[in-house]
Every structure is written in structure tokens, then in C-alpha cells.
């Protein structure tokens, strides 16, 4: 079993930053990853990284979000920089016990087959 909370949302002014943070605890999985849904639209794969330490991201935010863990792997962060309106979402925190060999296809997917989700937390970015 894996337990993910998410913090950190809020509402911004486009161009501002905010940071998410997912508390990871139970089992360590293999892969964690970031996603977002807005309404009406389906789930977007925004940020992945692996045990190893490999990560990507979403097209939509590759060069103005950064993800990363903490070394004991206790805490997934997510920087978002530069918010546009269009970051709008409520952003989830997932996890994958299984090694994926391509987080990018994971992101893809809008994070199907993953094994754990968080409850979410609101990013709201206002022009």
C-alpha cells in the first residue's frame, strides 16, 4: 500500500509560481508521477520521475515545471513557473509500483494502469 497527499495548491496571477508537494509513505513504488484534469477535459500526465532517478515531463509544461523528490523519497515536489491559464486543474500525485520503461508513455496515457492516486489538490491560474 501507498499513501499520497498532495498540498500546495492555490490560485495565481498567470506568470507566478507555485509549488505541489506529495507525501509519500507505505511502500516505495517504482515510479511517481504528477497529472492534472480540468474540467471537462480528460487527465493530462504532466511530470514523471523513477526510482532511478530518471524523469520527463508533459509537453505542455517541458521548461517551466520541475519535478523532483527528496533524497529520502519522502516528498514529491512539483516547481511550476511561468503559470499560464491553461495550468488550470486539479493537479493528482500517482504512483507506480511496478518500473515503467517509459514514463514518457505513462505521462501519455493520462496515467492509466497507475496503482495508487492522491486526492488532489486546486491550481487555479487567473490572466
Known amino acids: 500500500q501507498v499513501q499520497l497527499v498532495e498540498s500546495g495548491g492555490g490560485s495565481v496571477q498567470a506568470g507566478g509560481s507555485l509549488t505541489l508537494s506529495c507525501e509519500v509513505s507505505?511502500?516505495?513504488?517504482?515510479?511517481l508521477g504528477w497529472f492534472r484534469q480540468a474540467p471537462g477535459k480528460t487527465r493530462e500526465g504532466v511530470a514523471a520521475?523513477?526510482?532511478?532517478?530518471?524523469?520527463t515531463y508533459g509537453d505542455a509544461v517541458r521548461g517551466r515545471f520541475t519535478i523532483s523528490q527528496d533524497k529520502n523519497k519522502n516528498t514529491l515536489s512539483l516547481q511550476m513557473y511561468d503559470l499560464k491559464t491553461e495550468d488550470t486543474a486539479m493537479y493528482f500525485c500517482?504512483?507506480?509500483?511496478?518500473?515503467?520503461?517509459?514514463?514518457?508513455?505513462?505521462?501519455?496515457?493520462?496515467?492509466?494502469?497507475?496503482?495508487?492516486w492522491g486526492q488532489g489538490t486546486q491550481v487555479t491560474v487567473s490572466s
Open positions: 507505505g511502500d516505495r513504488p517504482s515510479c
Open positions: 520521475i523513477r526510482s532511478d532517478g530518471i524523469l
Open positions: 500517482a504512483a507506480s509500483i511496478n518500473k515503467r520503461n517509459s514514463l514518457y508513455a505513462w505521462l501519455r496515457s493520462g496515467g492509466d494502469e497507475s496503482d495508487y
